[in-house]
């Protein structure tokens, strides 16, 4: 896991939430842009979950149970966002704004969770 690029993807999953709360604010429903936005994301987010998968089995060194920690931590945070958008599609009012911001907020703590246990565990 690359630390930094760990911090970046929490703090515009955080951004990303706090957009579609004010959003929400101001009875919008999500709109492209804000699917863009998410569509980034998730890219990130799947290129730092494989970076990391490939370190865990190159550095080795982490007991089983914080491999099988950060694994389910990186599956849940590539399915959060998708699974928000598929909620946020059938709520096509205010209310899918907050189902997105609540999926950024979920991804920002995924994000610092992994991160914590990869630091904490690190060989």
């Known amino acids: 896991m690359i630390v930094p690029v760990a911090w970046v993807l929490g703090l515009a999953s955080l951004a990303w939430a706090l957009w579609c709360a004010v959003s929400a604010l101001v009875d919008q ?48 945070l590539l399915v959060v966002l998708p699974i928000g958008a598929a909620l946020a599609y059938g709520e096509r009012n205010r209310y899918g704004s907050v189902v997105l911001a609540i999926a950024g907020f979920t991804v920002a703590v995924l994000v610092l969770r992994t991160t914590q246990v990869w630091e904490a565990t690190g060989a």
Not at 46 to 56: D, Y
């Open 29 to 76: 429903a999500p709109t492209y842009h804000h699917r863009l936005a998410l569509v980034g994301i998730e890219v990130v987010a799947l290129v730092q979950a494989v970076i990391a998968v490939v370190l865990l089995v190159v550095q080795g060194g982490r007991t089983g149970g914080a491999v099988a920690e950060i694994v389910g931590y990186l599956i849940a």
